[in-house]
Antibody, heavy 117, light 110 residues
Framework: QVQLVESGGGVVQPGRSLRLSCAAS????????MHWVRQAPGKGLEWVAV????????YYADSVKGRFTISRDNSKNTLYLQMNSLRAEDTAMYYC??????????WGQGTLVTVSS | QSVLTQPPSVSAAPGQKVTISCSGS????????VCWYQQLPGTAPKLLIY???KRPSGIPDRFSGSKSGTSATLGITGLQTGDEADYYC???????????FGGGTKLTVL
């Protein structure tokens, strides 16, 4: 069955960096676009970024553009999110979600990122 | 301020029907497919509806979607207490080159 498992979250100081990973299994990872979506505590869903199946096309939310980088390693069935210059407002649960016919026919359980001094 | 507008909350009695609206623009809902998600407390979102009115495997036909112009609607019939959750609409916005979500609607089954 399809599984998406995020990791790499934690507590980080403002201005520092963090890299999230999303390990995929149960489907042909290299044929699907993948997304990162986040949710601040008590708030709604916020889309972060999407990467095409071959890594050639990537799009970002304005709130993270220039600070976050989405990437993937199809040989390892893994999606990444490199987060630099972190701010308090980046504090959220970060989910990876499978693309395809729709955003998020499968979601991971999320990894929590807390930006605090 | 979300690009897609949803009512903050809706409520109805068990067994009744409820609809949740999602208003967008020509660059979002007007020209792209719409998805609906259910998020139960403390869990990841789950896809309910995609491509306006298609349901993934395992989603009961009590859930339905529709679209008219720049607005979309999620319908839920035969309400159950287990349907109490937050519901989000989402679509691609061609002008922003970004996926956008509505602010979410909290469904209470009285």
């Amino acid at each position: 069955q399809v599984q998406l498992v995020e990791s790499g979250g934690g507590v980080v100081q403002p201005g520092r960096s963090l890299r999230l990973s999303c390990a995929a299994s149960g489907f042909t990872f290299s044929t699907y676009a993948m997304h990162w979506v986040r949710q601040a505590p008590g708030k709604g869903l916020e889309w972060v970024a999407v990467l095409s199946n071959d890594g050639s096309k990537k799009y970002y939310a304005d709130s993270v553009k220039g600070r976050f980088t989405i990437s993937r390693d199809n040989s390892k069935n893994t999606l990444y999110l490199q987060m630099n210059s972190l701010r308090a407002e980046d504090t959220a649960m970060y989910y990876c979600a499978k693309g395809g016919a729709a955003l998020g026919d499968y979601w991971g359980q999320g990894t929590l990122v807390t930006v605090s001094s | 301020q979300s690009v897609l507008t949803q009512p903050p909350s809706v409520s109805a009695a068990p067994g009744q029907k409820v609809t949740i609206s999602c208003s967008g623009s020509s660059s979002s809902i007007g020209n792209n497919y719409v998805c609906w998600y259910q998020q139960l407390p403390g869990t990841a979102p789950k896809l309910l509806i995609y491509d306006i009115n298609k349901r993934p495997s395992g989603i009961p036909d009590r859930f339905s979607g529709s679209k008219s112009g720049t607005s979309a609607t999620l319908g839920i019939t035969g309400l159950q207490t287990g349907d109490e959750a937050d519901y989000y609409c989402g679509t691609w916005d061609s002008s922003l080159s970004a996926w956008v979500f509505g602010g979410g609607t909290k469904l209470t089954v009285l």
